[in-house]
């Protein structure tokens, strides 16, 4: 009795959630007979949101390791040499330069040709034009050009690129493993979220009188990305996921990540991705800069670099304000400043190994890389000494080394940078060194290891970014929670953060307090751990422009145009109201 009074009771719910689900106004037979939209999107593909693509760990004997010694063993004798690609037929070539190998800079990585202003303006003209037939291309086929390279990169090209990054950019097997993961898990995520837009998101009821719906597509003129050299991924991903939305791009790659970055267009390009829809254009950033803040056709700026490069975009988009179309987006990320706190609760062996990874993995180069550290003043000594053991035992050396936990910076410029910090430390009386601080540039650019303890929270090893193995810690009164957001607030940088406590309550406050410095928060867990499509990666403050975080559906929309449209079902004969054939009051005129 109680069994069947229980499915009585299931069936009417459900009857009547079926009616409360049911567009008001609207009959079954109204429904049935209201014709098809001519103009609703088609998506004739609806997969299950993707998973992320599986790390392989390069053990010794497996498939994966011999597969990538060979590539290594290619590209170490015979460098490339990469040409500006706007068509795959005709290839340009203009001034020729090399990347070098970071770890041996009187190595060649590979030699590429930077394109002349002329070439950079062909390119624009040739994305400008392709435009409209990208967009015009269903969801369904611009998603499988892209799908068929994350089989690629999972695939035949996956040690390829792997080879490009430990080679051009000094990562090692892992780094560039979980690089090459990171970019496949983008690009899945991003047409999984492209055709959740596409059937989600069309369909508004307008009851008997019309049927609505919206349509995301791209906008009119070109993309240019201007990408990094310190994340392959988020280099890739930068290029590519405007043209999900149907965009076309002209991509200029940093001069330290050319090799990796021509790997993946090669990938695109076997992929079938038509040409025209991304130009690869290696090219001096300035004059890139000037040829494409002066086309009358830009239509966003998608940026991966420093926060001073994107202001100077800010502003030269500006100046030219007056010529453009449309008002050009600007989408990307800058600077960082990422934090650890540790609490006197936390679990000090977990906060620091997360801490030795964050800082001082791809050397500290990563935008989610720690720099800084807040550790409750009761622990600070310990926590101290115990990373000072652990980041004595990493082994600093060129990446082809499998024992190589961290490499050398990318370039001169970045070296230069960090060296400058370490020298003014040194002469700084007020700062404690507890290890590392050495650094050698003989072969490669390498840095050690370096941890400072600093008296201030202003301190600018506390609030510069600074892209390198150098890492500032600073205590704070276990019991002054004031204190504690004062410090972290004092950067303009907002990209990760990490909070170690094993009390609960104070976590949360902690989590709820922070909130406005960092777009990612982490809870014993290590700042830089970022996947795509379980963690979004942006920023906040003067970290990033634009509101969508890379991985995430409100990224994409960030490249895209939407379109509502209202489609009457019936027409309209009567210029008139209804309340008009009511016979008027009588007004009396004074």
Known sequence: MILTRRRSMLRSASVELRVACRPRGMSRAARSARPASALQPQCAVYPRAPRNERVLEHCVGTKERECLAHELTMLTRNPDTIPIVLSPDTPSYGDCCSQMMPFDHQLVAAYFHRASPATITQAIELATACQPSWERTSVDERCGVLERATDLLAGVFRQRVIAAAMIGQGMTAIQAELNVCQLIDYLRFGC??????????????GGDDAINHNQYHGLE???????????????????????????CVVWKPSDHSVLACYRVFECLQCAGLPPGVINFVPADEK????????????????????????????????????????????VGTGSGKNFHVVHSSANLANAVACTARAAFEMAGQKSSSCSRVFVAQSVLDRFTQCLAQVAQSLVVCHPLDYRCFMSALASQDAYDKV???????????????????????????????????VP???????????????LAVCGFPDDDREALVWAVAQTQYAITGSIFARDTRWAQWAAGALREYSAALYLNARCSEDTPGQQAVGGTRKSAAGGGKAGSMSYLLQFATERSIREAL???????????????????LK
Request: glycine letters at 8%; charged letters at 20%.
């Open 192 to 205: 999984y979220f492209m055709r959740e837009l596409t059937r989600n998101k069309s369909l508004i009821d």
């Open 221 to 247: 003129g070109f993309w240019a990305a201007i990408t990094p050299y310190n994340s392959l991924a988020y280099a890739a991903q930068l290029a590519i996921m405007p043209t999900i939305i149907g965009n």
């Open 287 to 330: 004059c890139f800069l000037e040829a494409v803040c002066s086309n009358t056709d830009l239509a966003g700026i998608s940026f991966g670099g420093t926060t001073r490069t994107l202001e100077h975009i800010w502003r030269t988009v500006g100046a030219h304000i007056d010529k453009y179309l449309r008002f050009p987006r600007i």
């Open 419 to 453: 060296y400058g910090f370490l020298e003014r430390a040194c002469r700084d009386s007020a700062v404690r060194l507890v290890c590392g601080g050495r650094t050698d540039r003989g072969v490669g650019y390498f840095v050690e290891p370096t941890v400072y303890v």
């Open 456 to 470: 201030e929270p202003t301190h600018e090893l506390m609030c510069e970014e600074l892209r390198g193995p150098v």
């Open 570 to 588: 019936h027409a309209c004969t009567d210029v008139t109201y209804s309340y008009m054939d009511e016979t008027p009051p009588v007004v009396v």
